[in-house]
């Protein structure tokens, strides 16, 4: 009998993507789908914070409970592989080079650690995700940028770019399977082309000329990285009414001690002109960072009070071993940064509302799922969209007229 093997994803798009890649080389044994009935648990793992790294090793102890073997892949493989190896907690672990083999390891009777190849580029690609409307497409991998409390550039390393022509074939071939929006990902997107003498702003007025895709959403960019060439794109019809932007902090002071590009002054340009083409912005924050005094994150209040941010993915600091913040002594207590984290999580939170009830467009919605008796979808400026039908409106394109604004999302009735 086939053995049966469970994949759990945990963490970012890429991710979701790498799982995919997974799953499609999984060919001699039977893929399910709950930990119940498999004998092979494949943990896809997230170390991009301290809680990432809890939220693996606890499913991790608990998949051990129930006797199942483990094996650990992902961007925790490369950081904390060695370490659940040698506790007994894991039977191998893979680095992200080496997931197209996972056939093979699988089949592996003797405990392994394959930590693989930092500069490898991805050479498969995904033809169906059957779980998702949308397609996710990695476009590129690693970061260069060094910020001071991130260890990503150690698990995923130097920033390189996939091979366009490959990006464009798996585009064509999954608008042809029905896909019509398209999701850009990578560990730090906006760098797409700086090794190939290209550009993401390129490479997305090429994919959009691809018969059958309809919006194209965007992952996290850097602030440095929106130049002319790409903002030139910002009125083009396909292109998802939302950016996410990631600041991670709106006082001057404090990004340089996170030893970040951006620099607030024009940061705070760049989203009042993006904001200004009907934009909805969102972005990332961090609340807590070793150095936050009060004085610095008063400035940043207020700051942060001027930035037309409608969707917000805040984070309390987290401290990562091996990373410069680590090392610095001026913390701030946790109760402190999660009471920051509220402050800027309700600012956002009434942006949101105003900015939806000042919309005067239709919503343009791509319907996801059914959940109770509602139909949920994102419009294009990535708000949810509740909607009331008889119709079954999965993977369908709805143009909304009339909705109500409600403090959590929008509800409409077709
Ligand atoms: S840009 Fe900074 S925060 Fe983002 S992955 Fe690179 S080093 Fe980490």
Same mark, same amino acid.
């Given at each position: 009998m086939r053995k049966r093997v469970f994949l759990k994803t945990f963490g970012c798009r890429t991710n979701i993507y790498d799982s995919n890649i997974m799953l499609q080389n999984i060919k001699d044994f039977d893929i399910v789908d709950c930990e119940e009935d498999a004998d092979i648990i494949v943990v896809n793992s997230c170390t991009v914070t301290n809680g990432a790294d809890s939220s693996a090793r606890s499913y991790i102890n608990s998949v051990n409970k129930m006797g199942k073997k483990v094996i650990l892949a992902g961007c925790g493989a490369i950081s904390k592989g060695d370490e659940l190896l040698k506790s007994d907690k894991i039977f191998g672990y893979f680095g992200h080079s080496e997931k197209s083999k996972i056939n093979q390891l699988l089949k592996s009777d003797k405990k392994f650690a394959q930590k693989g190849d930092l500069s490898f580029v991805d050479s498969d690609v995904v033809?169906?995700?059957?779980?998702?409307t949308k397609a996710f497409i990695k476009i590129q991998e690693g970061c260069?940028?060094?910020?001071?409390?991130?260890i990503i550039p150690m698990v995923r390393g130097r920033a390189r770019s996939m091979d366009e022509k490959r990006i464009l074939a798996q585009i064509e071939k999954l608008a042809l399977n029905g896909y019509g929006e398209f999701v850009l990902s990578g560990?730090?997107?906006?760098?797409?082309g700086k090794d190939t003498n290209s550009s993401i702003a390129k490479l997305l007025k090429k994919i959009s000329q691809?018969?059958?895709? !309809?919006r194209i959403r965007l992952g996290s960019l850097e602030p440095?990285?929106?130049d002319d060439e790409f903002k030139?794109?910002?009125?083009?019809?396909?292109?998802?009414?939302h950016l996410h932007i990631a600041l991670?902090?709106?006082s001057e002071k404090m990004l340089r001690i996170m030893r970040r590009r951006n620099i607030l002054k024009d940061d705070l340009n760049l989203f009042e002109l993006i904001a200004d083409k009907g934009f909805s912005l969102g972005t990332d924050f961090i609340t807590g960072?070793?150095?936050?005094s009060e004085q610095i994150w008063s400035e940043a209040l207020k700051n942060f009070k001027s930035f037309p941010i409608t969707h917000l993915h805040a984070f309390t600091f987290s401290k990562r071993d091996?990373?410069?913040?680590?090392?610095? !002594?001026?913390t701030v207590a946790g109760d402190i940064a999660k009471e920051r984290l509220k402050i800027l999580e309700e600012i956002v939170k009434n942006n949101n509302f105003k900015f939806r009830k000042d919309i005067k467009k239709p919503l343009l919605v791509l319907v996801e799922e059914s959940r109770g008796e509602n139909q949920v979808g994102y419009d294009q400026f990535f708000n949810k969209v509740y909607i009331k039908s008889?119709?079954?409106?999965?993977?369908e394109w709805i143009s909304v007229e009339e909705f109500e604004v409600k403090m959590d999302a929008n509800y409409a009735r077709l």
């Open positions: 033809e169906d995700f059957s779980s998702y260069d940028f060094n910020c001071s409390y991130c560990t730090n997107l906006g760098s797409y691809i018969k059958g895709v !309809k440095v990285q929106i030139e794109l910002l009125d083009e019809s396909w292109i998802e009414k991670q902090h709106t960072h070793p150095g936050e091996h990373t410069h913040s680590a090392t610095i !002594k001026e008889d119709l079954d409106l999965k993977k």
